[in-house]
């Protein structure tokens, strides 16, 4: 199909544009040019790390909005690089086809399935045995309060007994509360 001649054009197109493929004779030739952006890319993760532990490490960083910023930071920039032209992408801001079509598919929607799923959660929470579940909820805000302990197993056992996630959720929020991202400027 037309469609699919497209696809696979822009496909050839993403690889020799925005890869930058086309820029090394042989890119895995011996695989050197492969090794060299290995290489790169762990060196900027080591600085990265050690900028972390310098800085005072993950938790304060992230209490701080360090890492959100440094997102939106690079978001920003990327959308610049995009926006002049200095970093391609196909069909974006290069190689764009005027009268291109855009039709999305889209699935609609269906109350059936969310009737279906509010019916099956009902059921289960009716032929569970609650007693067991709430003794197990219990547990987990026990152990979800002790910094040492592994919530892992005692929410395994959780579900196999038919919490619900929101039950489990719920209850967790009980102990840690709800998480509010940092806004960053």
Same mark, same amino acid.
């Given at each position: 199909t037309e *469609?699919a001649?497209r696809?696979?054009?822009r496909?050839q197109q993403?690889?020799a544009?925005e890869s930058n493929?086309?820029?090394? =004779?042989d890119?895995? +030739?011996?695989?050197y040019?492969v090794?060299?952006?290995?290489s !790169?890319? /762990?060196?900027r993760?080591?600085d %990265?790390?050690?900028e972390?532990? /310098?800085r005072?490490?993950?938790? #304060?960083l %992230?209490? *701080?909005?360090?890492?959100q910023k440094r997102?939106?930071?690079?978001?920003?920039?990327?959308?610049?690089?995009?926006q &002049?032209g200095? #970093? $391609?992408?196909i +069909?974006?801001?290069t190689?764009?086809?005027?009268e !291109?079509v855009?039709?999305i /598919?889209?699935?609609?929607?269906?109350?059936t399935?969310?009737?279906?799923q509010? &019916?099956?959660t009902q059921? %289960?929470r009716r *032929?569970?045995?609650?007693v067991?579940v709430?003794?197990?909820? *219990?547990?987990l805000?026990?152990?979800?309060k002790?910094d040492?302990?592994? %919530?892992m197993?005692?929410? =395994?056992?959780?579900?196999?007994?038919?919490?619900?996630m929101?039950? =489990?959720?719920?209850?967790?929020?009980t102990v840690? +509360?709800?998480?509010?991202?940092? $806004?960053v400027f």
């Amino acid at each position: 199909t037309e *469609e699919a001649m497209r696809m696979a054009l822009r496909t050839q197109q993403v690889i020799a544009e925005e890869s930058n493929v086309t820029q090394v =004779i042989d890119p895995l +030739g011996g695989s050197y040019y492969v090794e060299a952006l290995t290489s !790169e890319y /762990e060196k900027r993760i080591m600085d %990265i790390l050690a900028e972390v532990d /310098e800085r005072g490490g993950t938790i #304060k960083l %992230i209490q *701080e909005g360090w890492f959100q910023k440094r997102v939106a930071d690079f978001a920003y920039e990327t959308a610049l690089r995009k926006q &002049s032209g200095e #970093k $391609p992408v196909i +069909g974006v801001n290069t190689l764009v086809e005027k009268e !291109e079509v855009h039709d999305i /598919e889209t699935h609609p929607y269906d109350q059936t399935t969310a009737e279906r799923q509010v &019916s099956r959660t009902q059921r %289960i929470r009716r *032929e569970r045995d609650n007693v067991k579940v709430n003794a197990l909820l *219990e547990r987990l805000v026990e152990v979800a309060k002790d910094d040492t302990q592994n %919530i892992m197993p005692v929410t =395994i056992d959780l579900v196999r007994e038919g919490a619900t996630m929101g039950d =489990i959720v719920e209850k967790l929020k009980t102990v840690w +509360g709800v998480y509010r991202e940092t $806004p960053v400027f």
